[in-house]
C-alpha cells in the first residue's frame, strides 16, 4: 500500500465542480487498488483574492512543494477581469509554475471516434488524430522583464518582453526527442523565426541538439502555418513543443479536434527524478468558464483524464492510470455525453452523473 500527498487547490468557475470529482476519482482508484490519498484543499485564483488579498498564499506554495502532486481546477472570472486590476486570479498559477519549476506542460491531444461528431471538422480529417503538444511553461512573454504597463509623455504604452535562454530551450527539446521516441518518431518544433530573434534562438538550439536523436525526424513550422496544419492535417503530427504563448494559443486551438476543451487534460512537470516521477500540476485546459459555473454541466473528463496522468508521472502507477483511462474511453463509446460533446437530440448527463458513469467502468 502506498500513500500519497495531494495539494487540492479547486479556484474559480467550474475549478470546485470538476476538481471535486477528480478527487472522488482518486479515491476509487485507491479503494480498488489499495492506495491512501492524503487531501489538503487550499484556495487559489479569485478566491484567494478575495479572501486574502493575494490570488495565492506563500503557505500554499509551500505546501504545493511538499506535496506529491497539485490537482487544480481553474481560475478568474469577470468579477477579477479589469485590466486595470493590481492583482489578478492568473498570478497564483503562474506563481506555482514558477516556485515549483514546472517547465514542461503535456498536453495529449486525441480524437476519439466516438466523438468525431463534436468536432467541426469534417470525420476524416480527424481520423487518427494522435498527438502530444509539450509547451515551455516557465519562460517566454510570460515571465520575461521588462513586463510593464506605464505613461509616458501623457500616452498610454506597455511592454512584455519574450526572454529565452538556450538552456531553457534545450531541455524542452530534449524531453520532446525522449518523447517522440516512444512514440512514432516525429518531432514538430513551433516558432516564429522568421521574425523573432527568440524564435530563431528556439530553432537553433532544437536544430543543434536534433543529431542526439538521428531516429526522429525534425520538422519546423512556423506558428501561423501551425494553426492552418493543425485544422487540414491534423492527423500528421505527433510530438509537437513549442514556446510559452505559441503553445498556449495552439492548444487551445487544438482542443477542437477533440471536440470540446472539456475533454483536453494537462500535466505541467519539472525536472523529475531518476525513477521519471516527480512533483506536478494537474490542470484541464478549459479554464474556468463562469458562464456555466454553478450549473452542474460541467464536462468533468478532462479533469479525469489529468487525474490518470497524475497517477502515471507524480505516483508511478500506470496500471491505475490505464484503468481510469480505459473507465473515461468506454463511458464515451457507450453514448454517455455531457453537452459540449453531444450531438444535437442526444441525452446529455451532468457533471456528477457523468463521474459516476466513469468510476462504475474502473476495472470493467
Given at each position: 500500500?502506498a500513500?500519497?500527498?495531494?495539494?487540492?487547490l479547486p479556484?474559480?468557475?467550474i475549478?470546485?465542480?470538476?476538481?471535486?470529482?477528480?478527487?472522488r476519482?482518486?479515491?476509487?482508484?485507491?479503494?480498488r487498488f489499495?492506495?491512501?490519498f492524503?487531501f489538503?484543499?487550499d484556495?487559489?485564483?479569485g478566491g484567494?483574492i478575495?479572501?486574502?488579498?493575494?490570488?495565492?498564499?506563500?503557505e500554499?506554495l509551500e505546501?504545493?512543494k511538499?506535496?506529491?502532486?497539485v490537482?487544480?481546477g481553474?481560475v478568474g472570472g469577470?468579477?477579477?477581469?479589469?485590466p486595470?486590476?493590481?492583482?489578478?486570479?492568473e498570478?497564483?498559477l503562474l506563481a506555482?509554475?514558477?516556485?515549483?519549476g514546472?517547465?514542461a506542460n503535456l498536453?495529449?491531444v486525441?480524437a476519439?471516434?466516438a466523438?468525431l461528431?463534436?468536432?467541426?471538422l469534417?470525420?476524416?480529417?480527424?481520423e487518427g488524430?494522435?498527438?502530444?503538444v509539450?509547451?515551455?511553461?516557465?519562460s517566454?512573454?510570460y515571465?520575461?522583464?521588462p513586463?510593464?504597463?506605464?505613461v509616458?509623455?501623457?500616452r498610454?504604452?506597455?511592454?512584455?518582453?519574450?526572454y529565452?535562454?538556450?538552456?531553457?530551450?534545450?531541455r524542452v527539446?530534449?524531453?520532446?526527442?525522449?518523447t517522440?521516441?516512444?512514440r512514432?518518431?516525429?518531432l514538430?518544433?513551433v516558432?516564429k523565426a522568421n521574425?523573432?530573434?527568440?524564435?530563431?534562438?528556439?530553432r537553433e538550439v532544437?536544430?543543434e541538439i536534433?543529431?542526439e536523436?538521428?531516429?526522429v525526424t525534425l520538422e519546423?513550422?512556423?506558428?501561423?502555418a501551425?494553426t492552418?496544419h493543425?485544422i487540414?492535417r491534423?492527423?500528421?503530427?505527433?510530438?509537437?513543443?513549442?514556446?510559452?504563448m505559441?503553445?498556449?494559443?495552439?492548444?487551445?486551438?487544438a482542443?477542437?479536434?477533440?471536440?470540446?476543451?472539456?475533454?483536453?487534460?494537462?500535466?505541467?512537470?519539472?525536472t523529475l527524478?531518476e525513477?521519471?516521477?516527480g512533483?506536478?500540476?494537474?490542470e484541464?485546459?478549459?479554464?474556468?468558464?463562469?458562464?456555466i459555473?454553478?450549473?452542474?454541466?460541467a464536462n468533468p473528463?478532462?479533469?479525469l483524464?489529468?487525474?490518470a496522468m497524475l497517477?502515471?508521472?507524480?505516483c508511478?502507477l500506470?496500471e491505475?492510470?490505464r484503468?481510469l483511462?480505459?473507465?473515461?474511453q468506454?463511458?464515451?463509446?457507450d453514448?454517455?455525453?455531457?453537452?459540449?460533446i453531444?450531438?444535437k437530440g442526444?441525452?446529455?448527463?451532468?457533471?456528477r452523473?457523468?463521474?459516476?458513469?466513469?468510476?462504475?467502468?474502473?476495472?470493467?
Amino acid at each position: 500500500m502506498a500513500t500519497f500527498d495531494i495539494l487540492v487547490l479547486p479556484g474559480d468557475g467550474i475549478g470546485p465542480e470538476v476538481t471535486a470529482e477528480g478527487r472522488r476519482a482518486l479515491e476509487a482508484i485507491g479503494e480498488r487498488f489499495e492506495h491512501v490519498f492524503r487531501f489538503t484543499p487550499d484556495t487559489v485564483g479569485g478566491g484567494a483574492i478575495d479572501a486574502y488579498g493575494v490570488a495565492i498564499r506563500p503557505e500554499t506554495l509551500e505546501a504545493a512543494k511538499r506535496s506529491d502532486a497539485v490537482l487544480f481546477g481553474a481560475v478568474g472570472g469577470p468579477k477579477w477581469d479589469s485590466p486595470r486590476a493590481p492583482v489578478r486570479p492568473e498570478q497564483g498559477l503562474l506563481a506555482l509554475r514558477r516556485e515549483l519549476g514546472l517547465w514542461a506542460n503535456l498536453r495529449p491531444v486525441k480524437a476519439e471516434p466516438a466523438l468525431l461528431h463534436a468536432s467541426p471538422l469534417r470525420p476524416e480529417v480527424l481520423e487518427g488524430v494522435d498527438m502530444l503538444v509539450i509547451r515551455e511553461l516557465t519562460s517566454g512573454i510570460y515571465f520575461g522583464t521588462p513586463q510593464a504597463r506605464r505613461v509616458v509623455n501623457g500616452r498610454r504604452e506597455a511592454v512584455d518582453t519574450d526572454y529565452y535562454n538556450e538552456e531553457e530551450v534545450a531541455r524542452v527539446a530534449h524531453l520532446g526527442f525522449r518523447t517522440a521516441r516512444e512514440r512514432r518518431r516525429h518531432l514538430t518544433s513551433v516558432d516564429k523565426a522568421n521574425v523573432l530573434a527568440s524564435s530563431r534562438l528556439w530553432r537553433e538550439v532544437v536544430s543543434e541538439i536534433a543529431p542526439e536523436y538521428p531516429d526522429v525526424t525534425l520538422e519546423h513550422v512556423l506558428v501561423d502555418a501551425m494553426t492552418m496544419h493543425l485544422i487540414r492535417r491534423p492527423a500528421s503530427f505527433d510530438v509537437v513543443i513549442a514556446d510559452n504563448m505559441f503553445g498556449d494559443i495552439i492548444t487551445d486551438e487544438a482542443s477542437m479536434l477533440g471536440g470540446s476543451m472539456g475533454m483536453l487534460p494537462s500535466a505541467s512537470l519539472g525536472t523529475l527524478r531518476e525513477d521519471g516521477l516527480g512533483l506536478g500540476l494537474y490542470e484541464p485546459i478549459h479554464g474556468s468558464a463562469p458562464d456555466i459555473a454553478g450549473k452542474g454541466i460541467a464536462n468533468p473528463l478532462a479533469m479525469l483524464l489529468c487525474t490518470a496522468m497524475l497517477l502515471r508521472h507524480s505516483c508511478g502507477l500506470e496500471e491505475e492510470a490505464r484503468a481510469l483511462e480505459r473507465a473515461v474511453q468506454r463511458a464515451v463509446e457507450d453514448g454517455l455525453r455531457t453537452p459540449d460533446i453531444a450531438a444535437k437530440g442526444e441525452r446529455t448527463l451532468g457533471t456528477r452523473e457523468m463521474a459516476d458513469a466513469v468510476l462504475e467502468r474502473i476495472g470493467g
